[in-house]
């Protein structure tokens, strides 16, 4: 169903002629029946007039151009969304943001867990993205250590503590001791940090502002081990 059939089946919804809208319009019948079979497509100022007139909204009305799965039932909850006060939405919102992130770790984990292996992008040396290696990275030239979870291959440098091509065995844990080292979530993006008495710093001695992240840290893991492409192993 295009466009045009969708501009139909809303003008009969409502009982009204081509004849009818095009009055409302305030334009020919002719382009009615045009818009409506496909053969020319309404000029911006006629389109937001017919959209309100029909009370039709974007989505709807292009859904077949939008590659969305279940588009109604998303429509449904927008529409008892805009219901909701503030309050309520914001609680949504958190619920929402929480169950999103929540997930997208699980799977990246759960994925990795194949072969223990993910790669850190770093951006500016401190922050960065987890993500899944593509086939060429998945040639491990090291191994982690026996007590590790994970092995994370580091793209980016973050001289002279890390460098591109290095490697870092991870322990799953809910905490790190005094001076050690973690991965961590702050805010959606990865970070190796080390932990101090009053509070984490980047690996170029930079305290992080926790008070201006939206959430506290999450600990992916303890860094137990750092791994030179030489494969000379580095305790940390």
């Known amino acids: 169903m295009g466009v045009g059939d969708r501009l139909r089946e809303a003008r009969k919804a409502r009982n009204w002629s081509q004849s009818d809208l095009a009055d409302k319009l305030g334009i020919s019948l002719n382009s009615i029946a045009n818009y409506e079979r496909g053969v020319s497509f309404p ?74 292996y993910l790669c850190l992008e770093l951006n500016d040396g401190t922050n960065g993205r987890l993500r899944l290696p593509n086939d060429s990275e998945k040639k491990k030239k090291v191994k982690r250590l026996p007590n590790a979870d994970l092995l994370v291959l580091i ?43 009053d509070g984490l710093y980047t690996i170029f001695g930079k305290l992080v502002d926790q008070d201006r992240l939206f959430k506290k840290p999450v600990l992916y ?16």
């Open 43 to 116: 000029k911006e100022d006629y389109l937001y007039k017919i959209m309100n007139l029909l009370q039709l909204e974007p989505n709807y009305l292009f859904q077949d151009s939008i590659d969305r799965e279940f588009w109604e039932e998303e429509r449904q909850i927008l529409n008892i969304y805009r219901l909701l006060d503030r309050k309520r939405r914001r609680f949504v919102e958190y619920v929402i943001t929480h169950e999103s992130e929540s997930e997208i770790e699980e799977e990246l984990i759960t994925k990795s867990a194949v072969y223990r």
């Open 155 to 197: 793209r980016g440098s973050a001289e002279p503590s890390l460098y591109d091509g290095d490697y870092i065995s991870v322990k799953y844990t809910s905490d790190i001791n005094y001076l050690g080292w973690g991965l961590f979530n702050l805010d959606g993006h990865a970070c190796i940090a080390i932990k101090k008495k």
């Open 221 to 236: 893991g303890k860094i137990i081990g750092i791994h030179r492409v030489s494969r000379l192993h580095h305790k940390v």
